[in-house]
């Protein structure tokens, strides 16, 4: 397995809009994106610093994954996403050295990335998120 970069670290909002004027008028950091992940239940919004991303998570229902993080923990950093070269193959082998998965299959998250979860009760209460670009590739 090899991981290349952290792909993006995803921050959990209860006011995407407030949260985007924050990054943009005080960190000076330009939002390129905004994009609803339907599946996820959040909106999300990206910026970019050198190569990583950060992903604001706004959630769009409160029984969705962010929407009982908020509620439990509060705003915050939510989860963690590497970039690996090989998305089926990364989440096969940590699983055969013990790693408890979210997702046994990547499925599509934001901007079209294979994306895959990995449990933080496995992770050092990091909720961490494996990223291939596909896309990219083709
Ligand atoms: N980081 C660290 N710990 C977390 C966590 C997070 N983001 N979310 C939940 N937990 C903790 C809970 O606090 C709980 O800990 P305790 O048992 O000590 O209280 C434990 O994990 C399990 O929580 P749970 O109530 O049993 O399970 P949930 O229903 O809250 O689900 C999780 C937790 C991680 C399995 C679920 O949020 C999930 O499947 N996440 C993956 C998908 C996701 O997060 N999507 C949103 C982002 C999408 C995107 O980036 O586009």
């Known amino acids: 397995m090899e991981l290349t970069h952290i792909e993006h670290i995803g921050i959990a909002v209860?006011?995407?809009?407030?949260?985007?004027?924050y990054y943009e008028k005080i960190l000076g950091v330009h939002c390129y994106a905004i994009e609803e992940v339907e599946d996820q239940k959040v909106k999300t919004a990206f910026f970019k610093v050198g190569q990583t991303k950060?992903?604001?998570l706004e959630s769009t229902d409160p029984e969705g994954p962010v929407g009982k993080f908020i509620e439990?923990?509060?705003?915050?950093?939510h989860h963690l996403a590497f970039a690996v070269k090989n998305?089926?193959?990364?989440?096969?082998?940590?699983?055969?050295?013990?790693?408890?998965?979210?997702?046994?299959?990547?499925r599509k998250g934001a901007?079209?990335?294979?994306?895959?979860?990995?449990?933080?009760?496995?992770?050092?209460?990091?909720?961490t998120e494996f990223c291939e670009n596909k896309i990219e590739k083709d």
């Not at 998305?87 to 990547?106: C, F, M, S």
């Open 14 to 21: 209860k006011d995407l809009h407030k949260a985007i004027d």
């Open 54 to 56: 950060i992903e604001l």
């Open 72 to 77: 439990k923990k509060g705003e915050g950093i």
């Open 87 to 106: 998305i089926e193959q990364a989440l096969e082998e940590v699983e055969n050295k013990g790693v408890r998965l979210i997702d046994h299959k990547p």
């Open 111 to 127: 901007e079209g990335l294979d994306i895959g979860f990995l449990h933080p009760k496995s992770t050092f209460g990091v909720l």
